[in-house]
């Protein structure tokens, strides 16, 4: 592995359209970049022979552009498909590794052809409920209710205008406020 002399150390070394500091390790500098976790920082560490405990500061032109070559395209480099985050693309069929914002973007898509679709996780989705089979009775409660109204009282009845008819009598008390209100009328 060739290093940089101690006068050509670079403060920011930018990788796949990431700003990476200089000063952190290899495999920690590799893992900032969105799609690439640690197990894949450190094939791409193995297979180019670069010291993992390396500052990112103080690679070479020629190994950063060694390593964006490698993470754009992986199977190149004779990665295993279950390796790569993306396995048999609906739309192209091939094994592919996803980057930066191709992350949510596909996402998206993918969630969105399942509502289009009308399968049953793109109900799930719609609903805002666990599309996984996890269990719903007891847990997933936090966000919005879903089919219950919040509140322990029903509506208040609004006063009628001039010009509208009357609203119907609140309902007459029951039980014991009823026994209360019956001796009191009698005596006025």
Avoid: C
């Amino acid at each position: 592995m060739e290093y940089l002399s101690s006068q050509e150390y670079r403060h920011i070394v930018r990788i796949i359209g990431n700003d990476i500091p200089g000063e952190r390790k290899l495999l920690v500098g590799l893992t900032q970049i969105k799609g690439i976790g640690h197990n894949f920082a450190t094939a791409i560490a193995t297979t180019l022979k670069i010291d993992t405990n390396s500052n990112i500061g103080n690679l070479t032109d020629a190994n950063v552009q060694e390593i964006e070559k490698l993470i754009t395209n992986p199977s190149e480099a004779n990665f295993p498909s279950w390796f790569l985050n993306r396995q048999r693309d609906i739309e192209t069929g091939k094994d592919l590794h996803l980057l930066t914002s191709d992350i949510p973007f596909t996402l998206r898509n993918d969630i969105e052809r399942e509502r289009i679709t009308a399968s049953w996780r793109g109900y799930r989705h719609l609903s805002g409920l666990k599309v996984r089979g996890q269990r719903t009775r007891t847990s997933g409660r936090k966000g919005g209710a879903v089919g219950v109204a919040k509140g322990g009282l029903a509506a208040p009845v609004k006063k009628a205008s001039s010009g509208a008819p009357a609203a119907a009598a609140p309902a007459a008390p029951s039980g014991d406020a009823a026994a209360e209100a019956a001796p009191a009328e009698k005596k006025e």
